[in-house]
Nanobody, 120 residues
Framework: QVQLVESGGGLVQPGGSLRLSCAAS????????MGWHRQAPGKQRELVAT???????TYGDSAKGRFTISRDNAKNTVHLQMNSLKPEDTAVYYC??????????????WGRGTQVTVSS
């Protein structure tokens, strides 16, 4: 099995910054895409950012210009630096990864999520 554990969420004022981290552990042979999605109350889950193993990055519209995704392949971790946060960024942020696991198949895994609240 593979586990993804997020950290770094919390309460921040508008205009502030937060850095989210996600560590993958378990029966991992390789990881392709790692990324972040978010879900606000009453809304569908949406893409924030993804990064492939070679480093190709995709940002959702809400993240462009304010958020930066990065990863450490040696540590199986992915980070999301969030700057200029707005109240509309308030959501539960989920880490996900496409993992080649002990079944020798690529499977998608998700973390349990970390709450980010942007409020004065």
């Amino acid at each position: 099995q593979v586990q993804l554990v997020e950290s770094g969420g919390g309460l921040v004022q508008p205009g502030g910054s937060l850095r989210l981290s996600c560590a993958a552990s378990g029966s991992i042979l390789s990881i392709n895409v790692m990324g972040w999605h978010r879900q606000a109350p009453g809304k569908q889950r949406e893409l924030v950012a993804t990064i492939t193993n070679p480093g190709s990055i995709t940002y959702g519209d809400s993240a462009k210009g304010r958020f930066t995704i990065s990863r450490d392949n040696a540590k199986n971790t992915v980070h999301l630096q969030m700057n200029s946060l707005k109240p509309e960024d308030t959501a539960v942020y989920y880490c996900n990864a496409e993992v080649l696991d002990s079944t020798v198949r690529w499977n998608d895994y998700w973390g349990r999520g970390t709450q980010v609240t942007v409020s004065s």
